[in-house]
């Protein structure tokens, strides 16, 4: 099917079930919000070997934060709810309460919470104090600085991780053009986030490789150097780079919502074709069909 | 829809009218709450013989007539919400556990004294140990919350466990005295000695008060928490500043008496 001038592909993304959650992270600055924020998401573009997926929801104003100050909110994804709890207090610990002037929050009310706040307490070694406020419990830890405050339980749904889409083009320069189009109109999708550095990925990769104990290998088919030397390349003529946008949600439907804005600007931005990436929809739970899609 | 029983006279004795909380009330009728016995003076009455019933509702409940000697005032309630339309006497909200109890008049003494959870509001003043502990007993409020548009009395959470205890006026002698935790924040000046004999929780006062010399100063610097804990005081109308919210407080310490793990937080002038 045709969208502005690109062919969109009638085939879906093959998305999985992934536990996720919110963190909101304030700080006297937005310089320092934005610092922990980058920092928090670091090393966390794919499952396959960060453990977890992570990225900036979007920048918060003083006044929609639990403590007035600037901040970031950001979406933190992990297979399963023990993973991801963990990865909660290893980052949160790592990189918020280690960066000046932060505090950290819960941004997400669900029935299923985790502890974090209450596991990095320990760091105050005895010198830690609580506080309840409105019937949430927040941590005081003492620290050089002065003082890092970070909420004791946060809330976790299980979301979707894994929504695609993959934009071809007929070079490095124009794909990734369209590729930035898209990421930028996806950024704006609440609830959504693109794990991968700028939020475009160019190594899409496959599961599996010739090699024992490479769980992931590069997606051949879709490389364009291999197109003259793999049968079932698909990469077209015409097409010199192709680049993927990995998108992560809260619940299936802001994945849907920025696939869907994230094709339009790609397809208006010089992408000469769309499509997504399955496994041939046995793997994951959550398939989002491009045509369903296309306006 | 709001159940509403106003006090013919003003009792010429305490009343102790603890069987008026909204759970106390919810599933019976009008006749059955007439019948409600209550303690007047040292003798038995009922609700019928002092009260005029009107109104319906089982989680809304509206007091109203002369209250300053009525007490126990939803003591002990678990949910809804009772309004006293003036006055309450003593033991107002003592030992609730949850609803919201609002007193548009004055509280007497021990108001919220003990209390568990819920919120004690208070238009007016409130008397002695507001949150308090009873004689005997270790801990005084030990969750919920207590808000006092006016000022309170000494001993204000005495024996304070949890929860957050505001005054937006002035505060007695010896607040938080021999407290175990939670938070007392006060607006207007405290009165001598806060914090005697406490042991881990904060007193936030926008005046600086005579502290005992058990009190040693820390440092001074912005409490992460404290700036949450305004910004809710003043969404729930409590007369917050931006320059409480922003400013630099002093971090003291103690008791040293006790375990010294107590803060009394002192706004400083703006700098």
């Given at each position: ?50 453990k ?15 403590d ?39 941004g ?12 990095l307490?320990y ?20 620290v ?44 704006a999708?609440e ?8 939020g475009?990925?160019?190594s ?33 003529d ?5 680049f ?29 074709r769309?499509?997504?990436?399955n ?17 | 829809?709001t159940?509403?029983?106003t ?20 599933g019976?009728?009008?006749a ?12 038995r ?11 319906a ?20 309630m ?104 939670g ?83 002192i ?5």
């Open positions: 099917m045709r969208l502005h001038d690109a062919e969109v592909e009638d085939t879906f993304a093959e998305a999985f079930g992934m536990w996720g959650a919110r963190i909101v992270v304030t700080a006297d600055t937005p310089g320092w919000a934005d610092h922990a924020a980058r920092s928090l998401t670091g090393f966390a573009t794919s499952v396959i070997g960060c977890c997926e992570a990225g900036i929801e979007r920048v918060l104003e003083a006044g929609e934060t639990p007035g100050r600037p901040g970031v909110a950001v979406l933190l994804f992990a297979p399963d709810e023990e993973g991801l709890g963990k990865r909660l207090v290893e980052r949160v610990g790592m990189t918020v309460l280690t960066c000046p002037t932060t505090a950290c929050f819960n997400l009310a669900a029935d299923d919470e985790t502890d974090v706040g209450g596991k307490r760091f105050g070694d005895g010198w830690q104090a609580s506080k309840v406020l409105d019937g949430r419990r927040y941590w005081r830890i003492p050089m600085e002065g003082e890092f405050l970070v909420e004791e339980r946060f809330g976790i749904v299980e979301g979707v991780g894994g929504g695609n889409i993959i934009i071809l083009a007929e070079d490095v320069a124009t794909a990734l053009g369209a590729a930035e189009a898209a990421a930028e109109a996806m950024r999708v609830g959504a986030i693109l794990p991968f550095p700028g475009i990925a160019r899409g990769s496959k599961v599996g490789s010739r090699y024992s104990g490479q769980m992931a290998s590069t997606n051949h088919e879709l490389c364009p150097t291999l197109r003259a030397q793999v049968d079932e390349s698909k990469v077209p015409g097409v010199g780079s192709v993927e946008i990995v998108i992560d949600g809260l619940a299936p439907e802001p994945v849907a919502e920025a696939m869907r804005v994230g094709l339009d600007a790609a397809a208006r931005a010089g992408a000469s769309i499509t997504a990436g496994y041939g929809g046995d793997l994951g739970e959550h398939h989002f069909h491009l045509k369903e899609l296309v306006p | 829809m159940l509403e029983l006090l013919r006279e003003a009792p010429v004795a305490p009343l102790n009218a603890d069987a008026l909380g909204p759970d106390r009330l919810a019976l009728s009008r059955d709450i007439e019948r409600l016995e209550l303690f007047y003076g040292n003798r009455s009922t609700v019928g013989e002092l009260f005029d019933v009107s109104g509702g089982e989680e809304d409940v509206r007091v109203a007539g002369d209250l300053a000697r009525v007490t126990h005032l939803g003591a002990g678990s949910r809804g919400r009772l309004t006293v339309a003036g006055d309450a006497g003593a033991h107002a909200g003592a030992g609730m556990s949850d609803g919201e109890l609002v007193v548009e008049g004055d509280a007497g003494d021990w108001a919220g004294a003990e209390m568990h959870g819920g919120r004690l509001v208070v238009r007016g003043s409130a008397g002695r140990r507001l949150g308090g502990a009873y004689a005997g007993t270790r801990a005084g409020m030990q969750g919920g919350e207590i808000f006092v548009h006016g000022d309170a009395g000494d001993e204000a959470g005495a024996g304070l466990r949890r929860g957050l205890i505001a005054v937006a006026g002035r505060v007695g002698a010896a607040a938080g005295l021999s407290a175990l935790a938070t007392i924040v006060a607006f207007g000046a405290v009165g001598a000695h806060p914090g005697a004999g406490m042991r881990r929780a904060s007193i936030v006062a926008m005046t600086a008060p005579t502290l005992l010399p058990t009190y040693a100063s820390a440092c001074t610097y912005r409490p992460p928490f404290l700036r949450l804990c305004l910004r809710r005081l003043r969404a729930l109308g409590l007369p917050v500043t931006d320059e409480q919210i922003e400013g630099f407080y002093t971090r003291w310490s103690g008791d040293s008496v006790e375990l010294r793990r107590g803060e009394i937080l706004l400083e002038p703006p700098r």
